[in-house]
């Protein structure tokens, strides 16, 4: 599993369509960003408190430095603009896909989820600086909400 210290992979994330693609270690190049994940795009804990929670505190975030906040699931591109247009998240978080679950793998944060789709990620949260881990927070159940949440990461920025 990544740890703090650890660089992130460079591996390619899809936004919107299949053909936007960000690599996910260049995205994070010279800026203090935070990533969160999330079990799966519309589900109850990820639609009610975990995506709005970071869209909501956008502004905090980036008051404390924060460059860019993005939100990775294993879900396609289309389902992930589809969400993120459901929570008005433009402007305040990217939204991008993991698709094939290369990325959550090569983190070590992948789970199975069983009847939720197979594959998916575990819930966490971290912060970087120029490309490099310097904060994570995995639920300890890999789908819980208490410490990958905003405000966890507020506290820690």
């Known amino acids: 599993m990544i740890q703090i210290g650890d660089a992130l992979p460079s591996i390619d994330l899809q936004e919107n369509t299949p053909a936007t693609k960000y690599n996910a270690a260049q995205l994070f190049a ?13 589900t109850p804990g990820c639609s009610k408190t975990h995506l709005p929670g970071y869209i909501q505190d956008s502004e905090a975030l980036r008051a404390k430095g924060v460059d860019l906040v993005v939100c990775v699931s294993v879900n396609d591109a289309f389902v992930m603009k589809a969400w993120g247009d459901a929570q008005g998240a433009a402007g305040k978080v990217l939204m991008l896909a993991d698709p094939d679950a290369s990325f959550t793998k090569a983190l070590g944060l992948d789970v199975n989820a069983g009847a939720l789709g197979g594959v998916r990620s575990k819930r966490y949260s971290m912060i970087i600086e120029n ?19 905003s405000g966890g990461v507020l506290g820690q920025l």
């Open 131 to 149: 490309g490099v881990v310097t904060a994570l927070n995995v639920e300890p159940d890999g789908f819980g909400l208490t410490c990958s949440l």
């Open 30 to 42: 010279g800026k203090r960003g935070v990533l969160f994940a999330v079990p799966g795009a519309f």
